[in-house]
């Protein structure tokens, strides 16, 4: 007697996968759980999703999911993986990242690509507190205020600084260039956010300034006329005369 049908297929899985073990129920048709080189890992590489799975097993450590067609990465998409370690989201159409897309992985993940998508932006929110090495390549991006500030949060993957070049909706005289040079050689968060921040920074600095010039005069004003004061002569009491009725009354009393 033959073995059922499904018991041929999950052998075969496991045969292909190299021991990995077979999707549970509910796990996207492409997608499966193994153990790689000792860590807990989930692949969904080109499976065809549009979304983030939700049936991630929450011990995973490695999440693939490159080569999909995901279009953006939601708030809290992947908070209910306390281990995560490393994610890649290379090779997607994803032009949109939630400035909370990455919560709940600030203590765990260590490696992120998101290299080969439509990124033109991304929020620096997303990166903060984050302590991550990422892929930003072959993205076309619009080198604003926005990617310099995300570069003052993250580390970039070794070797893939040069594919960082500003994309069509970059300024006309950046379009074309690697973005880490034009880093160097201006700055440009003059406007928008970053620069906004700078701008009230100067301000205040301009305004305390004028406060301490105010008290400075006053303080020489007080002192340069206190000076003019001490400088007066002081005039003497008048001496009243005495009268004579007075001079007669004291003699007689004594």
């Given amino acids: 007697m033959f073995p059922p049908a499904s018991y041929l297929l999950s052998l075969?899985?496991?045969?292909?996968?190299?021991?990995?073990?077979p999707s549970p129920q509910g796990v996207p048709h492409g997608c499966y759980a193994s153990e790689e080189a000792g860590e807990r890992t989930f692949r969904c590489s080109q499976a065809g999703l549009s979304a983030v799975p939700t049936s991630i097993p929450n011990d995973t450590r490695k999440l693939y999911l490159d080569a999909n067609r995901l279009v953006s990465v939601p708030a809290g998409a992947f908070q209910h993986l306390p281990v995560l370690e490393e994610l890649d989201l290379?090779?997607?159409?994803?032009?949109h990242l939630s400035g909370a897309a990455f919560q709940g992985l600030a203590g765990t993940l260590r490696h992120l690509d998101l290299s080969a998508n439509q990124l033109a932006s991304v929020p620096v929110e997303a990166f903060m507190g984050l302590k991550i090495q990422v892929n930003l390549s072959a993205n076309p991006w619009r080198c604003d205020c926005a990617l310099q500030e995300v570069l003052r949060w993250v580390r970039l993957a070794p070797?893939?600084?040069t594919g960082i070049v500003c994309g069509p909706g970059a300024r006309p005289d950046?379009?074309?260039q690697e973005f880490l040079p034009l880093v160097g050689e201006?700055?440009?968060c003059g406007t928008g956010r970053g620069g906004a921040r700078r701008s009230t920074d100067v301000a205040l600095l301009?305004?305390?300034?004028?406060?301490l010039v105010l008290v400075v005069a006053y303080l020489a004003h007080y002192v340069w006329q206190n000076r003019d004061e001490t400088r007066r002569p002081l005039k003497r009491a008048p001496v009243l005369?005495?009268?004579?009725e007075d001079s007669s009354t004291l003699s007689t009393m004594v």
């Fill in 174 to 176: 950046l379009v074309g």
């Fill in 12 to 21: 075969l899985l496991v045969i292909d996968t190299g021991g990995a073990v």
């Fill in 90 to 95: 290379s090779h997607n159409v994803l032009a």
């Fill in 241 to 244: 005369p005495v009268r004579s």
């Fill in 186 to 188: 201006e700055e440009l």
């Fill in 206 to 211: 301009v305004t305390m300034g004028g406060w």
């Fill in 159 to 161: 070797g893939t600084g």
